[in-house]
């Protein structure tokens, strides 16, 4: 359209103004049109355009003036002839040098002019389509000619630049000789004007276009970036970004968010690049709670009002690859996108047009950022900001951040401003070159970088939010491979505890069977040895009893003493054989008490008694014949044994053994005698024989025969004597020992009695006895030739103790106190005997007149004799006498039985 | 030398005998008596050079009339032989502290009999 349009206008132009030199300046009008359509670049086209005028014009210098959006201008190009004139181009004029009216003026009816200084004139050409040039010429304001001189410039022509219906600049030519320009040249400038407008109009477009290819561009390219991959390269993606917004830095902060039960709440993260500002160390003094819990802890207080509320449930796993290169970490400070101050600020800021998530904060200076934010950014020479909140279906996500730094800027101006002249009242004498170095400028953010940064913003908030659910997925992997890896760590660790308690199990079940089976055996030992003890405490209580038993029981008498001598126990026959009872022998001195006497009766001194010794000296004393004292005050001889009583070799006393042996001593006694009796009895008819023998022997009795005979008589006469003896020794042995054996049989005592007198019939009357018997028929169980010996020796005795002439009877009778038993007696009418020696001539040679007996040819034995077979038959002896009236001598024989017959039988 | 000897013997066989041994042995006087009492009577009366003394005899015993004999100023000089058949060795023991002559155990050897006693003379 505007292309037809300005083929419409040439076309008006060649039919109403081309005169003369009509095909020379069609062809220039060509040319120019070509060249300016043979570029897209606006700046060659200028300088095309500036060329081909100057050249047409034959002026020495063109130029193409473009006003700034504050009313100055800059010369973007220009053509110079032979320097006739200096270059201005770049060079910068104030706004004041074309006033705002002469602006509008080029504005509203495209006013051009034509000045001629030399003439002071100035022609004033209004732009009105389709109609002819219409140039009317006026006088000229004089400080324009003054300007103009200034600049020596002489003539001047000034065709203004519309584009979009703004006033895009001026075409002037300038000559610095006066040179009058008309209508044609005006005309020619005006249809160049025209293609300008075009060309800039399609350079504008090809501009947009381009920026928005770039934008385009910078878009997919980091699209793809943040699409590429389900790994978000962020960090690159966030320097990629930095580089296409020309910015010297940028930070990309992710919210905090939650991810599953388990993996728990994702902290915030933080990709930087460029300079960062600290965060003020006033917004850490303000948080509630430690910086490296609130990440965590206490996400409510930095989301912002609006409008999710479901970022709770977002996920983002935090993976190496995606890691921050200026990581936060948990216990690092608090980004200021946490804190709730940037979210009050933000609210405060007054939001980009193009969104209302979006702040485009060109100068800091300007902002109504708190102080201490405002210096943390100056202070690492951060003046601009752009800040996108990003969102993702409602969800909030973060903060993209960019910052750009202060920049110079330089300009070319022409001349200086008078600076006591503010309005510019006057001209200007000088356009002398100068520059102008501006530092520490801010750089604004375009309307095109802040589109760019929201259409990135929208690639970032899905790639952010991709990122988090790529992030939750492999948190889910990462848990569910940590899981795995768990359960199998946990199973292996399982199975190896499985294993170790299955082998402790198997160790303290060996423990527990060997402590089983040593338990049992030290239940087994404790048993036995209960048993031992109970057997032991039995058999002490038997060996008590039995200990108590025997102390009761043995003949002899025991007590104990302690090493003082004191008595500590005794038994009943310790007391008995003393005198005493028991318990007056308990606690008494047994030296003095018992009159301890050595056997001749010499009391002993205490430390010289045998049973002193025992107790000190530990000796056992065995003696016989010392004597005690019983309580009566008698003594009576004792045979003791002293021991010492033993405790863990010490001694603590003595026990002593004793008996009274006063018996035994008489038994001794006896037996002494007896030997001594025997020994007599045998050696005095051995004597006789011997001495009687010798005699006859020697020869010394060859010459008496008598004596020789009377020898000889004497020998044979003891030789009777000793066979009696010895055959009665022998028959009192036999008895006491029980080696006589009893015929016994059943026989009538008539018939004994009768054997008995007949044999001695022949003695008895040698020795004027007269035999008187009165027997009794019954029948005896006895051995008739042993009670024939009965009667025999009775009735010897009697023969030999009776005087001659007097009577011995042997009468029979039944017993009448035991009819069992028949009663013998052989009554003499000796001397008696006396009353103390009636027992006593029943024993072994104690006859009443030994030497009487002997002439009698009595061996001393025979009442024992008759005694032993009496008793053998059960019967009784005894005799009865009284000195100087005869003895009777007694004995009983039992009747035979009715057993007696049937053995016999 | 001739010599008297008085046994005092209560058995009438040994007194026998030992009077005819000690006759016809040495040719010695010899008396006899059958008790201690005749024995003591007999000694006082006839001094004899020995008395030959029975131990065990009735009534009253040879020691006994040892005693009588060595009480009697008539008869203490004259040495005394017990003539015993107890040979127990304790009653042995006792003889030997009596102050007799001697002692000579019976059954005593007849034909050394009288040597015995000459030798206890002798020694007197």
Redesign the interface.
Known sequence: MRSRQSSLKLSDYSAKAMLGNRNSFALLLHRITRRIRQSLELEEILASTVAEVRSFLGTDRVKIYRFHGDGSGEVVAEAIRDQRLPSLLHHNFPAGDIPREARELFLSVRQRSIVNVSTQQIGISPFKPGSMMDIRFRKVDPCHVEYLTAMGVKSSLVVPILAEERLWGLLVSHHATPRQLGERELHLVQLIADQLEIAIAQSNLLSQTRLRAHQEQTINQIATLLHAAPQVPLQTVLEQTVIALQANGGRLYLHSHFSDHRSGQFPPQLFTTGPQPQIPASWLQDLDTPPNRNSTNQPSLLIPPTPSSSFGEAHEPPSPSSRPSSPSSPSSSPHLEQHPHWQTWLEMEEPSPVSSNLWAIADLYRAVMPSDLAIAFLTVQIRGLLIVRLYYQQQFLGYLSLFRGEIDFERIWAGRIDRNDPRQLRPRRSFETWRELKQGQSHPWSTADQELVRALADHFAMAIHQHLLYQQVCTLNSTLEQDIQQRKQAEQKISALNAELEQRVLQRTAELQQANSELSRQIADRERALTKLQQTQATLVRLGHQLELILNSVAEGIYGLDTQGIITFANPVAAKLLGYEVEDLIGQWMHQFFHHAKPDGTPYLAAESPIYLTMHNGTTHHCSEDRFQRADGTSFPVEYVSSPIREADQIVGAVVLFKDITARQQVEQMK?EF??IV??EL??????????L??LA?G??NS?PE?SQ??LE?AF??TNRLVRLISDILDIERIKFGKMPMQKQTCNATDLMLQSIDAMRAIAEKAGIQLSVAPISVTLWADPDRIIQTFTNLLNNAIKFSPSGSIVSLTAELHQAEPDYVLFRIKDQGVGIPADQLEAIFDRFQQV????S??QGGTGLGLTICRGIVQQHQGQIWVESKLGEGSTFCFSLPLVTPDHHDSTL | MTKHILIIE?????R???Q??LE??KGWKVSTACSSQEGVEKAVAEHPDAVLLDV???DVDGLATFAQLQAHPSTQHIPVILLT????P??QRRFAQLKVAGVI???????T?ADQIAEVLEIR
């Open positions: 002494d030997v001594s020994s007599h050696r005095t008819p051995l004597t006789s024989i011997r001495s009687t010798g005699l020697s010394w009795l008496y004596k009377r020898m004497i006469s003891n007149d030994a030497s009487n002997r002439s | 209560d058995e009438p066989d040994i026998e005998a030992t005819l041994c016809v042995a065990m005899m009735p058949a107890k040979a127990q304790d009653e155990t019976k059954p005593y050897d007849p034909l009999l």
